[in-house]
């Protein structure tokens, strides 16, 4: 009976696992590139049957859907230019290399990284594209249709190094589709539009929130598996995190009392993104220290009502700068009080 009743354990978890993750790997765009590379390195034709094996992967036809729904040119001409480079044919055994161990990376365990900081029943459905292509970026794309993950083949990037990006990502991904709660936004919706552009910004410390989650809590350093140089600037940055909550909060200060133009507002929140600027910086520590305070389940609630986070931090911080000699900023009554 006991045997028994462990295997149907065993079942719920597995049916409760498959029904909360969908994830596949889509990896026909980095293949059809690599034939294409490995026919130049052995010096046979390229046929057009090549190329359309490249422009007619499902990879290829959504990373142009992408780029043209920003109004990015990407025609198939230079994409042949781009392949046929002496800079790809350099890279081509090290993309090789980078794309088969990026294969076998473990999409399993990253996903449920992701759903330990999401809400209970969240669920997180998405393909993933290992891509090789002109413009050095990964991205999200398309989170309320078809969820789309697309990862650049980076030969400087490990297999674990991706496990990480992927596991980032993939919060992105579950966070689309199971915040703000329906509560908070039927609540939100109903806030003048000023708040909700403010609130819509406070939400740019998902970012800090999912790098806590890639890395698997808030006991191990968010780039543990980095490069020294990656885990160095990382580092220093966080040093800066009094003066780069401040900025942020006159920023957000400024678009809630509505002293910026659409212009002034795209240009400010953006540039907090940096490399990994403030939104991932102030973001993670704010997420931290929460979770150390109060738990993960508080933090995962101000995760999904963004309205709470300050108010939530500022009372970890409090409490954190009566024992504490390192002195934690906190956010204004003001910037509280206003976006409610």
């Not at 540039?271 to 600027?277: A, D, L, M, V």
Request: glycine share 4%; hydrophobic share 40%; charged share 25%.
């Amino acid at each position: 009976m006991k045997i028994a009743s462990a295997l149907i354990i065993i079942c719920v978890i597995c049916e409760l696992a498959s029904a909360q993750v969908n994830v596949r790997l889509v990896t026909d765009e980095a293949e059809a590139v690599l034939a294409i590379l490995a026919k130049r390195k052995a010096n046979q034709p390229i046929t057009e049957a090549d190329w359309q094996r490249v422009f007619q992967s499902e990879g290829y036809t959504r990373l142009k859907q992408r780029e043209t729904s920003m109004k990015r040119s990407f025609e198939e001409a230079d994409f042949k230019t781009f392949v046929l480079s002496d800079q790809s044919a350099e890279r081509a055994a090290a993309l090789e290399e980078t794309f088969e161990k990026w294969k076998r990376a473990d999409i399993t365990r990253a996903a449920r990284l992701a759903l330990d900081y999401l809400p209970r029943g969240a669920q997180i459905k998405a393909k993933i594209y290992p891509v090789i292509k002109p413009r050095e970026n990964s991205f999200v794309f398309d989170t309320t249709n078809d969820p789309a993950i697309f990862l650049y083949v980076d030969p400087e990037k490990t297999r674990e190094q991706f496990e990480n990006t992927l596991a980032h990502e993939l919060h992105h991904i579950g966070y689309a589709g199971s915040c703000p709660s329906k509560q908070a936004e039927d609540e939100i919706s109903k806030l003048p539009p000023n708040v909700r552009t403010t609130l819509t910004w406070v939400g740019a410390f998902g970012e800090g929130i999912a790098m806590l989650a890639a890395a698997g809590g808030p006991d191990i350093h968010p780039h543990a598996v980095s490069n020294p140089e990656d885990r160095a600037r990382w580092d220093k940055d966080l040093g800066n995190f009094n003066d780069d909550l401040k900025k942020v909060e006159k920023f957000l200060l400024d678009v809630l009392e509505k002293k910026l133009t659409d212009e002034q507002i795209q240009q400010t929140g953006y540039s907090f993104f940096g490399t990994q600027g403030p939104w991932y910086t102030v973001g993670w520590k704010m997420s931290v220290l929460i979770e150390k305070t109060f738990g993960r389940a508080k933090l995962i609630e101000c995760t999904c009502d963004q309205r709470k986070l300050f108010s939530t931090y500022n009372q970890a911080a409090e409490k954190h700068n009566r024992t504490s000699r390192e002195l934690l900023a906190v956010w204004s009554s003001t910037l509280i009080n206003g976006i409610q």
